[in-house]
């Protein structure tokens, strides 16, 4: 099994990304550049954390079409799996890859702290590792992650399972729609979300939970 | 030709110019070489009213792997592996523009460590401000923690720690200091020495504006005036993407051993970074300002030379490598231009295209702006007012008193701001802020190093040799609580104006009071910066010596935490402790006139004591170690009760002592423990140990006697979160 | 020939806008009384040789549609001598 995780100008957790594809028995991974086309044969994506290309326009506006991203969005429609973390969740939405929109924190302010999450579907290929209703302990990191749809997709989400992760009651540090931490999009391969899972691999470092997103993914891919 | 007058509003003296034109003679200096000569002989560059003093540091030790006077220090860590770090001030800046001005001090310091070749792997702030009523210090406090998320989060460097105090002497000059850290293997860091005749000059970077002309240099040398309004389009922008783009190319250009030197951009901008080059290196340079790309037109030479716009970096390679260098430039979009040329004239020449706009020696910039001895005088009277008293005397109830300490701005809860940085990113960091002690940092080893960053000025100003002695003995007991032994220290000296003879003896004595703790402690000084002139019509700053420091553990699994963790647990108080009210928190918030000394310290006995706590984190003996700081005995225990959700009965006996008993402070010496009561006991063999009681329960309750204290642990989380309502 | 164009990008009407609120909260505060509906967005200019570009370029990058609106608030002709 091999990682693919983009590198932006302006990503931050890339690496921290590689490690924890790394921390998955068998697995290896590989930093793929944003203007390069090729993605080297990986059987996987990641798109990391950071702040691509300042995200100054808007978050994951811009990296989006850069010329990686093109690739990515045609393996993504191939049924190839693809994660998108806090930044790169951003990036997916903007790239059409993911429903919906992340929006400034209600608070505004940037947010780094530890939430409880509860996993509402565990499914192939990104939640299989996890039990329904399992909480998992992962830390946030943003100031724009306030999970946005329109109300009727959000009842469409609901409908297909599409929600995969969900802030623990009273832990929404965003005032994300639904308490929406996570989704896929419909075909089930591609999946986003706010926290970061690369951040809860080790349990020097916090947490082990976020490695079982890892872990699935590979499972799935056999 | 610039005349005596414009050298004076440049902040040079009528001496000094004299001086220069006696460097230049026959000729007059023309306008490029005194804005450079003004720069370099400005205080923030030349050191000039500190520099004798700083000599009395100790900066050998056995670990030392970069001393004073590059960019950064180094210690060794193992492995082959070092530890680059330094602090540094961004007070100025901060109080004209807060958010920028703490967003582009982390952007300088950034840039000193990864100057060096150590990738940056941690920030932490040490920041002062008025009393948090104040809506100036609200402001400030807001923006400049903005800023500093602002730019550390987006660079993808965790800021792990760092300390803030609210004293009414910081209301018109804050202190926004930044301290960086960075990992590098020994082998590949590099000096900033320009060498090789013959070989390019190259930029690299952000382009040039005017931002920040006439801005840190000028403006950290004088006083700040009511023209602050005026300064603010001098104010440098940060930009925390070009930053890292920046930062990851210098990296790539030093990993493919592509450079001789390189150099970062900061205060006094081009002039100051390619003197440092030309002058370690021994050569001149020939340096061509047509060539440096600008974002505005029509910038003068004299402009180009001292514009202070950010990211920005300088480097020397030999011309053979010029096309590799500047094609790792154009991969990460930072721009590279040749703009010059080593010489062996041992010159700064500035030429527009071919003609020549400035010709100046080197040494002169560097090494002879005149050295100025201070003529330092204890007050006979008092400098600072009380504080405001906001606790009354007659509170002679702790439990109430306890609360009022947890609340009160320097002691309560700095997780609302410490929630606003990225703490996490790289995924080494061991210990996040109000865990432990200190923060720590997992090595490549299975070690780990373990930092903090100290300075209590309002005991500086009560007895400014002890008060520095203390602020040292506080980052080692930090260190000792994290398992932690420390390696080296930096230091950032934040003083009023020194050519004031009482301000000039708080700087002698708080100098005189870091060598002699240094020497004591066996831990060199790998760097510093100094700070003066943080004086306004207020009246001085706190003398305020910031102590930062890095030790080193040999399993990070085994870092310290401060939060008690298992019910049951037995409590001492460890450490030769001898609390005292005066100069306290508590005296403070009951509004006691600053102590004229502080109680002696015995140096020796504290270190003694911070080994054994040290030892016994690092067998794995003790489940918690906290130091008692700021609020005594009590509010330490409250404090390890908050950090591990647990509560404590402690039995302390029948005292007539009690207040100090519970409120006094003596820094670094005592320490709140917990773990099974043979550990305690074991740790009782080396030093004092008090067994005072046991974790458990979801309440702290205190007996003394007939006197009771019970407050649940939602009664002291609710009193140490006062500093959230600052961040609505 | 370009023309100076200038794109007005804000948080769609019912969107929650953090920003705007704080805004609105603060100026009471300054003393500015009677202040509502405060929303904040961005500003966009560009030079642009063909203004007609200018919708397409709003729906694929200056805006995102989902949650902000935009207008194109004004076309001036420029001079190719301007500065810039």
Redesign the interface.
């Known amino acids: 099994m091999k990682f693919g995780v983009i590198r932006f100008?302006?990503?931050?957790?890339e690496?921290?990304a590689v490690?924890a594809c790394e921390h998955v028995p068998n697995a290896s991974a590989q930093l793929l550049w944003h203007g390069d086309p090729d993605l080297h044969g990986v059987d996987a994506i990641v798109v990391p954390g950071?702040?691509s290309?300042?995200?100054?326009?808007?978050a994951g506006?811009?990296a989006r079409?850069s010329p990686v991203m093109e690739s990515v969005i045609a393996f993504a429609r191939a049924g190839g799996l693809v994660l998108g973390i806090c930044n790169g969740f951003q990036v997916l939405c903007?790239a059409g890859l993911l429903p919906?929109?992340l929006?400034?924190?209600?608070?505004?302010?940037?947010?780094?702290?530890q939430v409880q999450l509860e996993v509402v579907h565990s499914t192939m290929p990104f939640t299989a590792d996890t039990a329904a209703g399992e909480l998992l302990s992962i830390?946030v990191?943003h100031?724009t992650g306030?999970y946005?749809?329109?109300p009727e997709q959000l009842d469409s989400l609901e409908a297909h399972d599409q929600i995969l992760l969900r802030y623990a009651s009273g832990a929404n540090p965003n005032?994300s729609s639904n308490d929406i931490a996570g989704v896929r999009n419909a075909e089930g391969n591609v999946f986003g979300l706010m926290p970061?899972p690369?951040?809860a691999v080790?349990p020097?470092?916090?947490s082990t939970d976020g490695l079982k997103i890892f872990s699935a993914m590979a499972h799935a891919h056999g | 030709m610039p005349t005596v007058d414009q050298a004076i509003a440049l902040g040079l003296t009528a001496a000094e110019f004299e001086l220069i034109r006696a460097q230049l003679a026959p000729r007059e200096p023309n306008e490029v070489e005194l804005a450079v000569f003004s720069l370099m002989w400005s205080e923030h560059c030349a050191y000039k009213h500190s520099k004798k003093l700083l000599r009395a540091l100790p900066t050998e030790g056995p670990r030392l792997a970069l001393g004073p006077g590059e960019n950064a220090g180094a210690v060794t860590v193992g492995d082959g592996w070092v530890v680059a770090f330094k602090v540094e001030s961004h007070n100025h800046p901060s109080a004209v523009e807060p958010f920028q001005g703490a967003a582009t001090g982390v952007g300088g310091i950034l840039r000193d460590i990864f100057a060096i070749g150590a990738r940056p792997i941690a920030v932490l702030d040490s920041l002062r401000f008025g009393e948090p009523d104040s809506p100036r210090t609200q402001y400030l406090l807001d923006h400049a923690v903005?800023g500093i998320?602002h730019y550390g989060?987006?660079?993808?460097v965790p800021t792990i720690g760092g300390e803030v105090y609210f004293e009414g002497p910081y209301e018109q000059n804050c202190l926004v200091n930044a301290m960086a850290l960075g990992l590098a293997r020994a082998d590949a860091l590099i000096r900033s020495a320009a060498t090789g005749v013959g070989n390019a000059l190259v930029l690299f970077g952000a382009s040039t504006g005017r931002d920040g002309i006439g801005g840190a240099s000028v403006l950290a040398s004088a006083e700040l005036g009511e023209a602050d309004a005026d300064k603010r389009p001098t104010v440098q922008v940060g930009?925390?993407?070009?930053e890292?783009?920046v930062m990851e190319c210098s990296l790539e250009l030093l990993e493919r051993g592509l450079l001789v030197a390189l150099q970062d951009l900061g205060a006094a901008g081009l002039s100051s970074s390619s003197a440092e080059m030309a002058s370690k290196g021994e050569v001149g340079l020939d340096i061509d300002v047509s060539l440096v790309p600008l974002r505005e037109a029509g910038m003068a030479a004299w402009e180009i030379m001292v514009s202070e716009s950010q990211e920005r970096m300088l480097c020397v390679c030999e011309p053979s490598r010029l096309d590799e260098v500047l094609a790792v430039c154009e991969k990460?979009?930072v721009g590279g231009t040749a703009i010059g040329t080593v010489t062996d004239t041992r010159a700064l020449r500035v030429f527009v295209g071919d003609e020549l706009v400035g010709d100046m020696p080197v040494p002169a910039l560097v090494d002879d702006c005149p050295l100025y001895d201070l003529t330092p005088q204890a007050p006979s009277e008092p400098l600072y007012a009380p504080p405001v008293r906001t606790l009354e005397h007659d509170v002679s109830d702790p439990g109430i008193t306890l609360l009022a300490l947890l609340a009160s701005p320097n002691i309560a809860s700095r997780l609302p701001l410490?929630?606003?940085?990225?703490?996490?990113?790289?995924?080494?960091?061991?210990r996040?802020p109000e865990q432990a002690d200190a923060a720590v940092l997992?090595l490549p080893g299975g070690g780990a190093i373990a930092i903090s960053i100290d300075g209590n000025g309002r005991r500086v100003a009560c007895d400014p040799y002890t008060g520095t002695v203390e602020a040292v003995l506080e980052c080692t007991a930090n260190l000792a609580c994290a398992g932690a032994e420390p390696l080296g220290l930096t230091n950032c000296l934040n003083f009023g104006n020194p050519e004031k003879p009482h301000i000039a003896w708080q700087l002698t004595e708080s100098i005189r009071g870091l060598a002699d703790a240094c020497r004591a402690l066996d831990v060199p000084v790998v760097g510093g910066n100094v700070s003066l002139y943080n004086e306004s019509g207020g009246g001085p700053i706190y003398p305020t010596p910031v102590v930062g420091m890095v030790g080193e553990l040999p399993d990070?699994?085994r870092a310290g935490r401060s939060g008690f963790a298992r019910a049951g647990d037995a409590v001492g108080l460890a450490g030769p402790f001898r609390p005292r009210l005066p100069g306290s928190e508590l005296a403070k918030l009951r509004g006691e006139p600053l102590p004229t000394e502080l109680d002696a310290i015995d140096i020796a006995a504290l270190r003694a004591a911070q080994e054994a706590i040290r030892d016994a984190v690092r067998a794995g003996d003790l489940a918690s170690a906290h130091d008692v700081a700021e609020g005594g005995f009590l509010v330490a225990v409250a404090e390890s009760c908050l950090a591990g959700g647990l509560g404590a009965t402690l039995d302390l006996g029948p005292r007539d002592d009690l207040e100090p008993a519970l409120f006094g402070e003596s820094p670094g010496a005592g320490f709140v423990v917990s773990g099974s009561a043979e550990a305690l006991a074991r740790l009782g063999e080396r030093i004092d140990v008090d067994v005072v009681g046991t974790v458990g329960g979801d309440a702290l309750d205190v007996t003394s006697g007939a006197v009771l204290i019970s407050a649940s642990i939602d009664e002291l989380r609710a009193a140490h979160a006062a500093l959230a309502p600052l961040?609505p | 020939m370009t023309v100076h164009a200038r794109v007005l990008v804000r948080?769609k009407a019912g969107?929650?806008d953090?920003?705007g609120v704080?805004v609105e909260r603060a100026l009471p505060a300054l003393g500015f009384e009677g202040v509502a509906n405060v929303h904040v967005g961005r500003l966009i200019e560009l030079d642009i040789e063909d203004p007609s570009q200018l919708q397409a370029m709003c729906e694929k990058?200056?805006a995102?549609p989902?949650?902000e609106d935009y207008e194109i608030l004004e076309a001036q002709e420029q001079r190719p001598d301007a500065d810039g």
């Open positions: 100008p302006g990503s931050c957790d690496v921290d490690l950071g702040f290309y300042g995200d100054y326009l808007r506006a811009i079409f903007e919906g929109a929006l400034p924190n209600v608070g505004r302010r940037f947010i780094c702290r830390p990191k100031t306030r946005y749809a329109p005032g970061h690369e951040h080790d020097l470092t916090g | 903005g998320g989060n987006s660079i993808g930009d925390p993407f070009a890292k783009k990460w979009e410490f929630q606003q940085y990225d703490s996490i990113v790289q995924s080494r960091t061991v996040r997992a990070a699994a961040f | 948080p969107i929650l953090p920003q704080a990058l200056l995102n989902l949650v």
